[in-house]
């Protein structure tokens, strides 16, 4: 009894982690790179890392690398003494101030999004969840992490000039987000005017469960009714590609009739973190799994290939691959896992001045550098999920 009540103390003291080795020498430089392109760059450096995305309307954008980022670093830190903790928390912070930087917003206000609406330029208020899911991930792993309520008290600004700012606390972004909930018959929240997509949809719902256990809230009908929609609509797209349809229109009630392999990673990741029914979770994984085309990742590329006129538009399969494997490793397929992984590693991981990552292209360096961190973190026993439902 008194071994078990010192080991409780020191958990609640954040002096060790339950489940899980002790970090390792690659997690320990991959959170070094973390904190070095997250934090603080010389202007040179800061190009170099974050001249990225364009016009930050496609997959390539900023909002993508900068949350996947945070992700990671909290893979680590889940497992992690009170010192790596400290270290995720600053990572995470670091995240949640690029974000609300305008540069990584500003898409929301063209005028084929949102810029003509009443609300603009609220990046928030309606439909972003490409945006506001994240953001509440990172905000909700910030919190975890840290016990720092700033973001609930103080909130935080979206300046979108200096006359113009549109202020939000976590407790409004929450309202806004569960109101779009209650009012699609679907239970999603749409992105990209009218589009609603499956691993879009589980950022939200996997921060609301965490803030659920921080104590702020249950948001638990609102899983229910999007669990149930999804489920019953997304897999088996007729025409391949992938275990999930791409997308659905919601004002034609369509959905795009194929998938593709890099989205049935993302998607499987976080959705098999906050699965009520974790089975069904990797169940749908084994779907995927299935259907990967191994030819193609036998010897990953980093340049996009040519897709046919029914492809979604694609990444390269060594951006798909880093997907693919963090997925595998949270739906307990270590062999999927493992091929995915080793040849990937063998042409792009470097470990280059204490720093752990992929050197791919720089448009997608960072967010695939962070899925293949998430699946190392992952193989020595973090689990996202075990956040969300553990002790």
């Given at each position: 009894?008194?071994?078990?009540?010192?080991?409780f103390?020191?958990?609640?003291?954040?002096?060790v982690?339950a489940g899980g080795?002790?970090?390792?020498a690659?997690?320990?430089?991959?959170l070094?790179?973390?904190?070095?392109?997250?934090?603080?760059?010389?202007?040179?450096?800061e190009s170099?890392?974050?001249?990225?995305?364009?016009?930050?309307?496609?997959?390539?954008?900023?909002?993508y690398?900068?949350?996947?980022?945070?992700?990671?670093?909290?893979?680590i830190g889940?497992?992690?003494?009170?010192g790596?903790?400290?270290?995720?928390?600053?990572?995470l912070?670091?995240?949640?101030?690029?974000?609300?930087?305008?540069?990584?917003?500003?898409?929301?206000q063209?005028?084929s999004y949102?810029?003509?609406?009443?609300?603009?330029?609220?990046?928030?208020?309606?439909?972003?969840?490409?945006?506001?899911?994240?953001l509440?991930?990172?905000?909700?792993?910030?919190?975890?992490?840290t016990?720092?309520?700033?973001?609930?008290?103080?909130?935080?600004?979206?300046?979108?000039?200096?006359?113009?700012?549109?202020?939000?606390?976590?407790?409004r972004?929450?309202?806004v987000?569960?109101?779009?909930?209650?009012e699609?018959?679907?239970?999603g929240?749409?992105c990209?005017?009218?589009?609603?997509?499956?691993?879009?949809?589980?950022h939200?719902h996997?921060?609301?469960?965490?803030?659920?256990r921080?104590g702020?809230?249950?948001?638990?009908?609102?899983?229910?009714?999007?669990?149930?929609?999804?489920?019953?609509?997304y897999?088996?797209?007729?025409?391949?590609?992938?275990a999930?349809?791409?997308?659905?229109?919601?004002q034609?009630r369509?959905?795009y009739?194929?998938?593709?392999?890099?989205l049935?990673?993302?998607?499987?990741l976080?959705?098999?973190?906050w699965?009520?029914d974790?089975?069904?979770?990797?169940?749908?994984?084994?779907?995927?799994?299935?259907?990967i085309?191994?030819?193609?990742y036998a010897?990953p590329s980093?340049?996009?290939?040519g897709?046919?006129?029914?492809?979604?538009?694609?990444?390269?399969?060594?951006?798909a691959?880093a997907?693919l494997?963090?997925?595998?490793?949270?739906?307990?397929?270590?062999a999927?896992?493992?091929?995915?992984?080793?040849?990937?590693?063998?042409?792009?991981?470097?470990?280059?001045?204490?720093?752990?990552?992929?050197?791919l292209?720089r448009?997608?360096?960072?967010?695939?550098?962070a899925?293949?961190?998430?699946?190392?973190?992952?193989?020595h026993?973090?689990?996202?999920?075990a956040?969300?439902f553990?002790?």
């Amino acid at each position: 009894m008194k071994r078990i009540i010192i080991v409780f103390l020191l958990l609640a003291a954040g002096l060790v982690r339950a489940g899980g080795a002790p970090l390792c020498a690659e997690e320990l430089e991959a959170l070094a790179f973390l904190e070095h392109v997250t934090g603080p760059l010389p202007a040179a450096e800061e190009s170099d890392w974050w001249n990225i995305g364009g016009t930050q309307h496609g997959i390539f954008a900023k909002r993508y690398n900068i949350a996947f980022a945070g992700y990671a670093a909290a893979a680590i830190g889940m497992r992690g003494d009170s010192g790596t903790t400290n270290r995720v928390g600053r990572i995470l912070g670091n995240c949640v101030e690029r974000l609300l930087r305008r540069d990584v917003w500003a898409y929301s206000q063209s005028k084929s999004y949102w810029g003509e609406k009443p609300w603009a330029p609220d990046p928030c208020y309606r439909e972003n969840v490409m945006y506001t899911g994240h953001l509440l991930q990172l905000l909700a792993l910030y919190e975890w992490f840290t016990h720092d309520r700033r973001y609930w008290d103080a909130g935080f600004d979206f300046a979108w000039n200096p006359r113009q700012k549109v202020h939000y606390t976590v407790q409004r972004l929450i309202d806004v987000t569960v109101e779009q909930m209650r009012e699609n018959r679907s239970g999603g929240v749409t992105c990209e005017p009218g589009l609603l997509f499956f691993p879009c949809n589980n950022h939200p719902h996997y921060a609301l469960m965490l803030f659920a256990r921080l104590g702020h809230g249950d948001w638990s009908a609102y899983a229910a009714k999007w669990e149930k929609w999804a489920l019953a609509h997304y897999p088996r797209p007729p025409m391949g590609g992938g275990a999930l349809k791409l997308v659905y229109h919601v004002q034609t009630r369509l959905f795009y009739p194929r998938g593709t392999p890099g989205l049935d990673g993302w998607s499987m990741l976080w959705y098999e973190a906050w699965a009520r029914d974790r089975a069904k979770a990797l169940d749908l994984w084994k779907s995927a799994a299935a259907r990967i085309e191994w030819g193609l990742y036998a010897n990953p590329s980093d340049a996009v290939a040519g897709h046919g006129c029914c492809d979604p538009q694609p990444v390269s399969t060594s951006v798909a691959a880093a997907f693919l494997c963090a997925a595998a490793r949270a739906c307990d397929d270590p062999a999927t896992a493992e091929r995915l992984e080793k040849p990937l590693d063998s042409k792009y991981l470097v470990r280059r001045a204490g720093r752990y990552y992929l050197d791919l292209d720089r448009e997608w360096r960072i967010g695939a550098s962070a899925q293949r961190i998430i699946a190392l973190a992952i193989s020595h026993g973090s689990s996202f999920r075990a956040l969300a439902f553990g002790p």
